[in-house]
């Protein structure tokens, strides 16, 4: 069955980096796009980006270019997510997803990012 | 970017209600239009893809329908496990982007 497991949650200072990993298994890792989609406490869904599994190819969100970066490793069918010069309002539950291109049909559990002094 | 604009944005139901969400689009999607369930503390689940696509596994209680700007989602017979939050999505072009949410709650 397919599934996404998601790295553990995480507590960062103002400033530093973090960097969110998604395991996949299931299914052909390569056929399928990756989503990241954060979820901040309360709030709606925001998308922050895509990523190929098969070339690379990324599309980021307006609002994060140049502090986030997407990528996929097809021999460890793991997608991961660095987001740099983290600030209070980048405290949020991020998700990773399967993109089958006109939906997200598997999500990962989701994991914890808490930025804090 | 494309604007996605739900309403309501809550609606109080009993069981066996019948539910209409509607998502509207700034401009044009055709039918990449995705809708989704969220319960507390959980990930997102897809309900319908393509508009009116009903994802495997997704009772036949819900239904969705529209092309272009405006499209619904309907709950024909509200149950119990419906209660939860839900959201459009447009697939149509990058950047992705959602409705704010339509929570459902008891009435």
């Known amino acids: 069955q397919v599934q996404l497991v998601q790295s553990g949650a995480e507590v960062k200072k103002p400033g530093a980096s973090v960097k969110v990993s998604c395991k996949a298994s299931?299914?052909?890792?390569?056929?399928?796009?990756i989503s990241w989609v954060r979820q901040a406490p309360g709030q709606g869904l925001e998308w922050l980006g895509w990523?190929?599994?098969?070339?690379?190819?990324?599309k980021y969100a307006q609002n994060l270019q140049g502090r986030v970066t997407m990528t996929t490793d097809t021999s460890t069918r793991t997608a991961s997510m660095e987001l740099r010069s983290l600030r209070s309002d980048d405290t949020a539950v991020y998700y990773c997803?399967?993109?089958?291109?006109?939906?997200?049909?598997?999500w990962g559990q989701g994991t914890l990012v808490t930025v804090s002094s | 970017d494309i604007q996605m604009t739900q309403s309501p944005s809550s609606v109080s139901a009993s069981v066996g209600d019948r539910v209409t969400i509607t998502c509207r689009a700034s401009?044009?999607?055709?039918?990449?239009l995705a809708w989704y369930q969220q319960k507390p503390g959980k990930a997102p689940k897809l309900l319908i893809f393509?508009?009116?696509s009903l994802q495997s596994g997704v009772p036949s209680r819900f239904s969705g329908s529209g092309s272009g700007t405006d499209f619904t989602l309907t709950i024909s017979s509200l149950q119990p496990e419906d209660f939860a939050t839900y959201y459009c999505?447009?697939?149509?072009?990058?950047?992705?982007?959602f409705g704010q949410g339509t929570k459902v709650e008891m009435k």
């Open positions: 999505q447009q697939a149509n072009s990058f950047p992705r982007t």
């Open positions: 401009q044009g999607i055709s039918n990449w």
């Open positions: 990523t190929s599994a098969y070339n690379g190819n990324t």
């Open positions: 299931g299914y052909t890792f390569p056929s399928y796009g």
């Open positions: 393509a508009a009116s």
């Open positions: 997803a399967r993109d089958k291109v006109d939906a997200y049909d598997y």
